[in-house]
């Protein structure tokens, strides 16, 4: 069992940056693929990014390509999300997900195994 807690959200203006982590535990996520994904009220979860376990291959919705960088750290068991130039249609609470299948990344929710509780992220115009 993958136990997965995101942290780092808050409120900031328009312009400014953030950073997300998602700190795992119970059991090593360096051969998972991992996620981030976001929902506001009403809406269905949205894919955000992912990064294969080695750190060679990520990818990113086209929302946030160019703005958002997705990272992660094995030996500490932690995946980073960088966002920089916020905007306001980026408000949401930010999922973090591991995808235990091995082989390419995933760009669905259905592809991931384990979720953590999110962390809402507001960004004032």
């Known amino acids: 069992q993958v136990r997965l807690v995101e942290s780092g959200g808050g409120l900031v203006q328009a312009g400014g940056s953030l950073s997300l982590s998602c700190a795992a535990s119970?059991?090593?996520?360096?051969?998972?693929?991992m996620g981030w994904f976001r929902q506001t009220p009403g809406k269905e979860r949205e894919f955000v990014a992912a990064?294969?376990?080695?750190?060679?291959?990520?990818y990113y919705g086209d929302s946030v390509k160019g703005r958002f960088t997705i990272s992660r750290d094995n030996a500490k068991n932690t995946v980073f999300l960088q966002m920089n130039n916020l905007k306001p249609e980026d408000t949401a609470v930010y999922y973090c997900?591991?995808?235990?299948?091995?082989?390419?990344?995933?760009?669905?929710?259905?592809?991931?195994?384990?979720w953590g509780q999110g962390t809402q992220v507001t960004v004032s115009s």
């Open positions: 997900a591991a995808r235990t299948a091995y082989g390419s990344l995933g760009y669905f929710e259905y592809e991931y195994d384990y």
């Open positions: 119970g059991r090593t996520i360096s051969g998972y693929a």
């Open positions: 990064i294969n376990w080695s750190a060679q291959n990520t």
